[in-house]
Structures are given as structure tokens and as C-alpha cells.
Nanobody, 119 residues
Framework: QVQLVESGGGLVQTGGSLRLSCAVSGSTVRIIAIGWYRQAPGKQRELVATIRSSASTNYADSVKGRFTISRDNAKNTAYLQMNSLKPEDTAVYYC?????????????WGQGTQVTVSS
């Protein structure tokens, strides 16, 4: 079964940068889309950015111009480059994938990685 493993979170000062990675394992799976979501304490999980197999991307208004989502198909890995970070970006960031394996479509979540932006 497919697994998603996030990495790259950490503590950074306001204005700093981080790059998150989401590695997808499962050689027979076809990736339809990868998305990054985040959940801050006491808040609902929200969409940050998505990238589809067509390479089209979508961003939340709050991160446009600061975050960039990309993917390396050869490595089955998606990235979220986060620049000009703000304290309000502090959250647990989750990777979500939409997959097709054979005739079955499904989605899967990663375990999450903490991003903390200090003021």
C-alpha cells in the first residue's frame, strides 16, 4: 500500500524559509494529485497548495507569492518551498495524495510535520 512520508519541518524565524518534502512509496501507484494542508492549534485543517498530474497548481490566498509546490516524478516526491514565513504559518503540515492503483482510486495522508515560525 502507498505510504507518504513528510520531512523538512522545523523552527524558523519570521521571514525565513523551509522546504517540506513528501515522499510517496508504492511503485505501482499512479499519482493523480498531491496536496499540502496545515492545521494550527484550535483551527480546522486547511488547504495550502495542490499540484495535479498535469502539473497545474493551486494555492490558498494566504500563501500565494510566498509558497511554491512542485514535484519530482522520477523520485515520486512533492515539495513545498515556503519563503517569507510568518508566525501565522505555524502549524502541522500534512501531505495528501490522490492515487489510482489498478481500478481503485483512493487518498492517503502523511503523518504530518511541525512548522513553527517565531516572531
Amino acid at each position: 500500500q502507498v505510504q507518504l512520508v513528510e520531512s523538512g519541518g522545523g523552527l524558523v524565524q519570521t521571514g525565513g524559509s523551509l522546504r517540506l518534502s513528501c515522499a510517496v512509496s508504492g511503485s505501482t501507484v499512479r499519482i493523480i494529485a498531491i496536496g499540502w494542508y496545515r492545521q494550527a492549534p484550535g483551527k480546522q485543517r486547511e488547504l495550502v497548495a495542490t499540484i495535479r498530474s498535469s502539473a497545474s497548481t493551486n494555492y490558498a490566498d494566504s500563501v500565494k507569492g510566498r509558497f511554491t509546490i512542485s514535484r519530482d516524478n522520477a523520485k515520486n516526491t512533492a515539495y513545498l518551498q515556503m519563503n517569507s514565513l510568518k508566525p501565522e504559518d505555524t502549524a502541522v503540515y500534512y501531505c495528501n495524495g490522490e492515487f489510482v492503483e489498478g481500478d481503485i482510486g483512493y487518498e492517503k495522508w502523511g503523518q504530518g510535520t511541525q512548522v513553527t515560525v517565531s516572531s
